[in-house]
């Protein structure tokens, strides 16, 4: 039996490696009387019919034989067996018992491999990628300590019940050897040997609680940082929501607004949403009001693929204000560098090139032979306070407009000076066909505005 008992075999000496050969008469006189005392116990049926009996072995000296207990005659055939005959039952009796234990030792072993197992799946499963091995092991529900549950700190928690049991396993191993097999039978090596691979998934366990220690922090900062991207997302859309809705509220009618454009940079700029088809005559008319100098800069330009000065109304350095018109030049007699509200107006057809240029209603200047015959080409980018290099892009500071516009439309064709002079003087209200002056036409970007504009009579003050 592996608890250590000797079972139902009587005379079986506890410690047989301790006796010397002089001490062996004690013996054999202590399993006669326990062979007397068993074979009356089964002729008279009380042991045998009792599951878990066991018999209990007690060497006596011979002095106290007589007095204490008297040995009882046993009845053997052929009479007394000599010497050398109990001592040969004896040592038989001896090596059933080291058999015994030796089959103790076998189950022990059995034991010490199932541990030898668990340290090499635990050896096998180091030798893997620290982070993406747990990863994918506990993505798919499995691990390599056998079933533990996907959360970080259940994992521990099972690693730690498993590194106690055991301990505890081999605190019970090492107890039953201490009380069944003598220290002749169990090498001191094999004690350390257990120890030592104890100590060694021991160690193991505790590396992979301090890897999954790491993970569960790694995800952590992962997650706290995605979560900070996103309520930033989040919170720049509010605030663009926010301002279109003040936006829309602030202008009590469509066009009542303005497009400020305080400094001179390359990423402040207003855009039209609509582009412009192909055209053989325009008309452009706008409010503006600037103070820079040298030059009020781009007060709008319009690109096409192939031809980035399509059409460009600009005043650059101490250069006079320019019509561009397909990368043509005409140098225009307008002045509204003063800082004051001013209403522009330019004409032009591709007959000829005639182009006119209006000021507050009045007409300063007209000429020909820009751009002749050459019709504005479709589809292109329309840009408010910027001059465009390339279509919709690569903005020089130096060239950006500073100050404030507003009323900006385009027609299709040449408007008559009436027409002008009544738009300039706010007796009528007349949007372009082609381009209208609306909120929800223009975009503002890099920190240019929409506010709410002066009336018409207020800019005609202002003059």
Not at 54 to 74: E, I, K
């Amino acid at each position: 039996q592996r608890g250590g008992r000797l079972g139902p075999r009587p005379g079986v000496p506890s410690e047989p490696s301790s006796r010397s050969s002089a001490g062996m008469l004690p013996v054999v006189a202590g399993l006669l009387l326990a062979v007397a005392a068993g074979g009356r116990g089964a002729a008279a049926g009380d042991e045998e019919s009792q599951p878990g009996s066991r018999f209990v072995c007690t060497s006596l000296p011979l002095d106290a034989a007589g007095a204490g207990c008297p040995l009882p005659s046993v009845p053997m055939q052929g009479g007394a067996l000599p010497p050398e005959e109990e001592l040969k039952a004896t040592v038989l009796q001896l090596r059933e018992t080291v058999l015994q234990q030796k089959e103790t030792i076998g189950s022990q072993r059995e034991t010490i491999r199932e541990l030898t197992g668990k340290l090499s799946r635990c050896e096998s499963a180091d030798g893997k990628s620290a982070t993406g091995t747990w990863k994918k092991e506990l993505g798919k529900g499995k691990d390599t300590m056998g079933d533990l549950p996907r959360d970080p700190a259940q994992v521990i928690d099972q690693l730690s019940r498993t590194m106690q049991t055991l301990k505890d396993r081999l605190e019970s191993l090492e107890h039953q050897l201490r009380a069944n097999v003598s220290y002749a039978a169990l090498p001191n090596d094999l004690r350390e040997m257990l120890q030592r691979r104890l100590g060694d998934l021991e160690r193991q366990l505790l590396s992979k609680v301090a890897e999954l220690e790491d993970e569960k922090s790694l995800l952590h900062n992962e997650t706290s940082a995605h979560r900070q991207r996103t309520e930033t997302a989040l919170n720049a859309l509010l605030e663009r929501v926010s301002e279109l809705e003040k936006g829309n509220s602030a202008f009590k009618s469509p066009d009542e607004f303005k497009v400020s454009l305080p400094l001179r940079t390359n990423y402040l700029y207003g855009k039209i949403k609509k582009t412009l088809p192909e055209l053989y005559a325009f008309t452009v008319c706008l409010w503006l009001r600037s103070s820079a100098s040298p030059g009020i800069g781009t007060p709008f330009s319009y690109a096409v693929p192939g031809q980035a000065n399509e059409i460009v109304l600009i005043e650059w350095g101490n250069n006079p204000i320019e019509l561009l018109i397909n990368d043509k030049v005409a140098q225009l007699p307008l002045f509204i560098s003063d800082g004051k509200w001013h209403h522009i107006c330019i004409t032009w057809t591709t007959r000829d090139g005639m182009w006119e240029a209006f000021q507050d209603g009045e007409k300063l200047g007209t000429g020909e032979n820009l751009a002749p015959w050459h019709p504005i080409k479709p589809g292109g980018v329309l840009i408010l306070g910027q001059e465009q290099d390339t279509v919709g892009g690569r903005f020089d500071a130096t060239q950006a407009f500073v100050g404030e516009m507003s009323q900006f439309n385009i027609w299709d064709r040449v408007l008559k000076a009436e027409d002008i002079v009544n738009i300039a003087n706010c007796s009528t209200n007349m949007p372009g066909n082609i381009i209208p002056w609306v909120d929800n036409n223009v975009d503002v970007f890099g920190g240019a505005t929409k506010w709410p504009v002066e009336t018409c009579e207020e800019r005609l003050l202002d003059l």
